[in-house]
């Protein structure tokens, strides 16, 4: 598993703060940490002096933004919270609500909110139909990247090409398997002289070969020995949030390898946004429309330059052959058509990267995230909880061993009797103003 070593908290204190100024009151942040982990037992609030009060009376707002969602494996993953003497003691009385899906719970509020990064999304559907989380969409990787590469701004390139493509490919399991055909197809179309590029026979995640792999999509599997015709790789997937001027200066043009490739969502990384912060012109192996995608945020793509009909094409494996042709064609160009050629898509490239680190871009994320969350707030307030939950803390509030618990427990995370108290005549306050 890739876990990010960036202080990404700073991205979940920014959030917050644009929350809470939109709320107008507290609000609890969950995210995983470590960043980049799928693990459910890594998904906990930002904040450790968060009391159990704090969480009761404040609405949530649960971070799934930088992976694709998983709504069948979060409601198959709980975390249950059995080394808690409070959820044991509600266990043996019967009165334990389990967690859901992402390790929702209800507070006084009947929803949280899901904040997330993709479109077109049968996951988001699933999360609609549970009805109870309100989802939020931005696009969390370009707030990422623009940290991640803001270095790239100040960069000056002194072009040197020796390869025409360069090909970041390091993992290849979950939903990257595609890579390896493609890895495949380039060797078909004898295009390896013209790739910078390596292959992972071993996945650093799995520790297998691919050989041993058990495909989720069998038309990803080689026949090829791929490695026999590639440079073997010893970067980790995590180096995507990194970038080598070198081999920016040695080559034209990026063919980026998305996250998500045969899948119906929209969902673009920092992987998309890295050739655009290096100025560079690009070919993007993502799902179909990831470049009307890109373009809906401002940036320009080369239709003008090549033929990008591919990225409409919606069976997979045809789009990837269509990736493929497209940069076997542009391999065929004599010198002075690859020279006028390239010369218009610098031009893009340029506009495309003084763009990505321009305000206007910024305010554009940020005014999608800020109004995204206006409108779920305003959902969250039409999704009371306070009388179920004021009922269920009355009823357990008649039995003597909740009651000694909570006199007697000094820790923060589980309830005391002034925080039980203190969140009643919250509830109830609520309730009335309603």
Not at 149 to 158: C, G, I, K, P
Not at 233 to 253: K, L, M, P, R
Not at 398 to 417: C, G, H, M, V
């Amino acid at each position: 598993m890739c876990l990010m070593s960036i202080p990404l908290d700073r991205l979940y204190h920014y959030i917050e703060n644009v929350a809470q100024e939109i709320y107008n009151d507290r609000i609890i942040i969950y995210r995983f940490y470590p960043h980049g982990s799928k693990n459910i037992n890594h998904l906990n609030n930002l904040h450790d002096s968060d009391t159990w009060c704090d969480k009761t009376i404040y609405p949530s707002l649960w971070c799934n933004d930088q992976e694709p969602l998983d709504h069948k494996f979060y409601s198959k993953n709980i975390k249950i919270r059995s080394n808690s003497e409070f959820v044991e003691l509600l266990k043996s009385l019967n009165h334990y609500v389990y967690p859901k899906n992402l390790n929702y719970y209800t507070n006084i509020f009947k929803k949280g909110l899901l904040l997330h990064s993709e479109k077109r999304s049968e996951n988001l559907e699933k999360y609609r139909n549970d009805n109870e989380l309100i989802p939020v969409y931005y696009w969390s990787h370009a707030v990422i990247a623009r940290d991640w590469f803001r270095y790239a701004e100040h960069v000056s390139q002194t072009k040197q090409t020796s390869k025409i493509f360069l090909i970041y490919n390091r993992a290849w399991s979950n939903t990257r398997e595609y890579r390896l055909r493609f890895v495949e197809l380039l060797i078909h179309l004898n295009l390896q002289e013209h790739c910078k590029t390596s292959i992972n026979p071993i996945e650093p995640e799995l520790g297998i070969h691919y050989d041993s792999h058990q495909f989720k999509n069998s038309i990803w599997r080689p026949v090829t020995v791929l490695e026999n015709h590639f440079p073997i790789s010893s970067a980790h997937s995590h180096y995507s949030a990194d970038f080598d001027i070198e081999d920016y200066e040695s080559t034209d043009i990026e063919v980026v390898l998305e996250t998500l490739f045969d899948d119906g969502r929209l969902h673009l990384t920092e992987k998309s946004l890295r050739p655009i912060a290096m100025g560079q012109p690009f070919i993007l192996a993502g799902t179909q429309g990831s470049l009307e995608y890109l373009r809906s945020y401002g940036f320009k793509t080369f239709g003008a330059v090549w033929d990008e009909s591919y990225d409409l094409v919606e069976d997979p494996a045809e789009r990837l052959i269509q990736i493929a042709e497209l940069m076997k064609y542009v391999s065929t160009w004599l010198p002075h058509q690859r020279e006028c050629n390239m010369a218009e898509a610098r031009a893009i490239a340029e506009y495309n990267r003084q763009h990505f680190f321009s305000q206007e871009f910024f305010n554009q994320v940020i005014g999608e995230l800020k109004e995204n969350l206006t409108v779920a707030f305003a959902q969250l307030e039409l999704c009371d909880n306070y009388t179920a939950w004021l009922g269920r803390w009355n009823k357990l509030l008649t039995y003597s061993e909740i009651n000694q618990f909570l006199n007697t427990n000094q820790d923060i995370k589980a309830p005391t009797k002034s925080q039980v108290d203190f969140a009643i005549q919250f509830a109830q306050n609520k309730l009335t103003h309603l």
